[in-house]
T-cell receptor, first 114, second 112 residues
């Protein structure tokens, strides 16, 4: 059972454009939603994270939008740059049991073309 | 650089063998998580330790085990290896059981 569904699998965006990646979750106990960026040969790196008490969080060119009722959240990358080309993973966790173990989406490979 | 180190970077072994992957968390971090990344399953949580004690268990096979030592480094032991165990294994650390996780560079395991 895939608890976090991510789409699209791959995305091609022109430089300067907006990249949008969507995730949906099933477990209503999730209450921490991070996004990770992974370059080839590297480990995932935390990009931005949100908790369900806010509907949007912005850090630089990266914004998370969160819709609790729809159980969906998305990552928007404004003014996308070739250096943003990477695989992006959404994730969710339920820390109620005292652990932030992450349940990841399958990933989105983003290519930003000049 | 996340501050989390993992050794070895690459490991090639044969089916039926046993290997040990090592992780050193960021300075001061008490919590260590292990994840497996494969093409078909994606990133999956295996197990978490906090200050030497097992805190949470995920999709970890019985052939796999882990421990966290008094100096807080952790080892993931994989035994009776099968072809399907070939994957990237990541360690992540955080400074409490419920905080942001920082991932290491991973160990790529190839089972032939």
């Amino acid at each position: 059972q895939q608890q976090v569904k991510q789409s699209p699998q791959s995305l091609i965006v022109q430089k300067g454009g907006i990249s949008i990646i969507n995730c949906a979750y099933e477990n209503t106990a999730f209450d921490y939603f991070p996004w990770y960026q992974q370059f080839p040969g590297k480990g995932p790196a935390l990009l931005i994270a949100i908790r369900p008490d806010v509907s949007e969080k912005k850090e630089g060119r990266f914004t998370i939008s969160f819709n609790k009722s729809a159980k969906q959240f998305s990552l928007h990358i404004m003014d996308s740059q070739p250096g943003d080309s990477a695989t992006y993973f959404c994730a969710a966790s339920n820390p109620g049991a005292g652990s932030y173990q992450l349940t990841f989406g399958k990933g989105t490979k983003l290519s930003v073309i000049p | 650089d996340s501050g989390v180190t993992q050794t070895p970077k690459h490991l090639i072994t044969a089916t039926g063998q046993r290997v040990t992957l090592r992780c050193s968390p960021r300075s001061g971090d008490l919590s260590v998580y292990w994840y497996q990344q494969s093409l078909d399953q994606g990133l999956q949580f295996l197990i978490q330790y906090y200050n030497g004690e097992e805190r949470a268990k995920g999709n970890i096979l019985e052939r796999f085990s882990a421990q966290q030592f008094p100096d807080l480094h952790s080892e993931l032991n994989l035994s009776s290896l099968e072809l399907g165990d070939s994957a990237l294994y990541f360690c992540a650390s955080s400074d409490s059981p419920v905080d942001t996780q920082y991932f290491g560079p991973g160990t790529r395991l190839t089972v032939l």
